[in-house]
Structure formats: structure tokens, C-alpha cells
């Protein structure tokens, strides 16, 4: 069933970039389609009754995709109202400090839900930063060789997320923030010392992490 959804769904998908994308960069759906089949498989082989679960989430995120498509105006409406999308986003996060749960019963208390639905809201947040960046940065293309007036705003919004998730001890997604932070920088830079203060950086909060959580220790000890 996952088999058949993944490869259906993905060349529909395909077929629609091809007309109402044609400019489209070629790996990126590819990318895409390789790593949420592995991600598929992954979760059929751990259990049936999730693995049926990311199928059937996987089904609905190709239709919203094949449906965005479709919009006359492309994704200017993302652009006009950047603040709000990062506002909401961050508003929701924040939810988790008083109305945060775990599926499990224990754990990091991450996600919102009621009823045996759940969602975590740091997982939009990341598409919503993404958007907020490239929004705020394309709108200041004339400003971008006065980097630090024109980044501090940025970088204010984006310390904000981290400190939430540096509050709710969830180090991976933080580290991701700071990836997609450094890299939309670079993108719209051009100025590869971006990246190198990214690699510092990620390695510096792996080292502080393994030696200040005890979460972080067992998941790189397990790894190694």
C-alpha cells in the first residue's frame, strides 16, 4: 500500500511540476520523493498501524502540493503577510510550555493535541522561518552589503525560536533552526563565511550538548 501511494503519488505530482512548473529546479522533488519513501519504509518496518498513519499524511501533503500548484499568484501571499505566519508559528510553539503533551505519556512534552490527534508545532515553524527569511530578505535585496543593521531583526526572531526550543530541551530541532537560519543567509549573501560560522557553531552546541544533557549524551553514545 505505501508502495503503491508513494510511486502514484509522486508521479501525479511529478507530472503537474512539469506543467504548472516547468522552471522548476529537477532535483528538488526527486530529493523529496527519496527521502519521505525512506522515511516510509522506515516507519512500516518499526509499526504497521503508524507506518498506515504516515501513508495516509503522506497522501494528503502530495495533494496540498499538486493543489499549490495551482495558485494563480504563486506564493505571494506567503510573502505579504511574513509576520504573521512567523507570529502564529511562534505563538503555537510557545503553547507547549503550558499545554504541551507526549503521545507516549513520558518524555518531552512537544506536541499540541486532543482526541489521539497531535501535531508538533516546531515542525511548521521551520517551513514558516523559511518563509519569513526569504520574504524578509528579498524585500531588502538593495540593503544586503549593510549586513548587520539588515540581519539584526533576524536575528532577534530567530534567537526567539531557539530559546523555546532550547527551553523544551529540544537540542535537534534547534540545531536545525540554526542550519536553516545560516543557510537562507548564505543564499541571499552569497558570502561563504555564513557557512563556516555555521559549522562552528553546530559543532560547539554538539560538544556543550553531550556534556550538559544527558539526552543528547545516550543519543551520540548509542550513534557511535
Not at 510550555?97 to 518524555?107: C, D, E, I, Q
Amino acid at each position: 500500500l505505501a508502495i503503491i501511494v508513494w510511486g502514484a503519488g509522486f508521479y501525479i505530482a511529478l507530472q503537474q511540476t512539469q506543467i504548472h512548473a516547468p522552471q522548476r529546479d529537477p532535483l528538488l522533488l526527486s530529493l523529496a520523493a527519496l527521502l519521505t519513501g525512506w522515511g516510509l519504509l522506515s516507519v512500516w518496518r518499526l509499526s504497521s498501524t503508524f507506518g498506515l498513519r504516515q501513508t495516509l499524511w503522506l497522501a494528503i501533503g502530495i495533494t496540498v502540493y499538486v493543489l499549490g500548484l495551482r495558485v494563480k499568484d504563486g506564493l505571494s501571499f506567503l510573502r505579504r503577510y511574513k509576520y504573521i505566519w512567523l507570529l502564529g508559528g511562534l505563538v503555537l510553539t510557545g503553547l507547549t510550555l503550558v499545554f504541551g503533551t507526549n503521545p507516549l505519556g513520558y518524555g518531552p512534552r512537544l506536541w499540541l493535541g486532543c482526541c489521539g490527534f497531535y501535531f508538533q508545532p516546531s515542525e511548521p515553524l521551520k517551513l514558516l522561518l523559511i518563509i519569513y527569511l526569504a520574504a524578509y530578505l528579498a524585500d531588502r535585496q538593495p540593503l544586503l552589503p549593510r549586513l548587520l543593521p539588515l540581519l539584526t531583526p533576524t536575528v532577534l526572531v530567530a534567537g526567539l525560536a531557539l530559546l523555546l526550543l532550547l527551553i523544551q530541551r529540544d537540542l535537534g530541532t534547534a540545531t536545525i533552526f540554526l542550519f536553516i537560519y545560516m543557510s537562507v543567509i548564505y543564499v541571499a549573501t552569497g558570502k561563504r563565511r555564513f557557512m563556516v560560522i555555521l559549522g562552528s557553531l553546530v559543532a560547539a552546541v554538539g560538544v556543550a550538548g553531550y556534556y550538559a544533557s544527558d539526552l543528547i549524551r545516550i543519543r551520540i553514545d548509542a550513534w557511535v
